[in-house]
Every structure is written in structure tokens, then in C-alpha cells.
Nanobody, 125 residues
């Protein structure tokens, strides 16, 4: 599957952004999806994930209550709504598609087989 993330940009602390990840190349609705982020000099960290049906989600503690992941299996797109943004949310955000076609939520990077090129999010203080 090919993934293309968009929606990143520069926002003031407390602001909001919505990231989109459009998928093509295989049955989007058959696989779980996830968002990861990587700040300069740091490892790529899990942010949010969603099952293939959209019925289950998981979030990193650092974003819980502020970020929402959801998907539209008709539009082959997964979204990450980010509210109450903080400077520490600044990173490159990557979307990823799970390797296995199970209706569960996976969060380890090794569970994802396809990755998009990422979109930059910068939150100013």
C-alpha cells in the first residue's frame, strides 16, 4: 500500500491541526492504521492507532485526550485530529499500515509494514 500524509504545518501552542493519510494500492479497510512521530534527535514514537473497522483505538499517554484518530474506509483515508497542541508535539508525523489483516489495534512499529513519507508539524510557544 502507498501512503501519503498531509496537513502538517506551523501552529501556535493551543491550536489545532488535522492530519490526513491517503492510502492506495490495496484494500485499505482490511488493515489497522497508525500514526507515529519523530522529533529531531529522537526515536520514532507511537502516537495513535486504529483497528481496521475503526471500532478500537489506542493512544500514547502524551496525546490522550488531545488527539483523535479516525478513518473513512470509503475515502481510504485515516485522520489524526490534534487539539491543544504543545511545543513538544513538534515532530515529523508518519502514518503506517499494519502488516496483518486483523480487526485489532497494534502499536509497535514492527507491526506496521507500510509507511508514508511523513508531514512536519511545528508548534510554536
Amino acid at each position: 500500500v502507498q501512503l501519503q500524509a498531509s496537513g502538517g504545518g506551523l501552529v501556535h501552542a493551543g491550536g489545532s491541526l488535522r492530519l490526513s493519510c491517503a492510502a492506495s494500492g490495496r484494500a485499505f479497510g482490511a488493515y489497522g492504521m497508525g500514526w507515529f512521530r519523530q522529533a529531531p534527535g529522537k526515536e520514532r514514537d507511537f502516537a495513535a492507532a486504529i483497528s481496521r473497522s475503526g471500532g478500537s483505538t489506542k493512544y500514547a499517554d502524551s496525546v490522550k485526550g488531545r488527539f483523535t484518530i479516525f478513518r473513512d474506509n470509503v475515502k481510504n483515508t485515516v485522520y489524526l485530529q490534534m487539539n491543544s497542541l504543545k511545543p513538544e508535539d513538534s515532530a515529523i508525523y508518519f502514518c503506517a499500515a499494519a502488516r496483518n489483516a486483523l480487526d485489532i489495534v497494534v502499536i509497535s512499529p514492527q507491526s506496521f509494514g507500510s509507511w508514508g513519507p511523513g508531514t512536519q508539524v511545528t508548534v510554536s510557544s
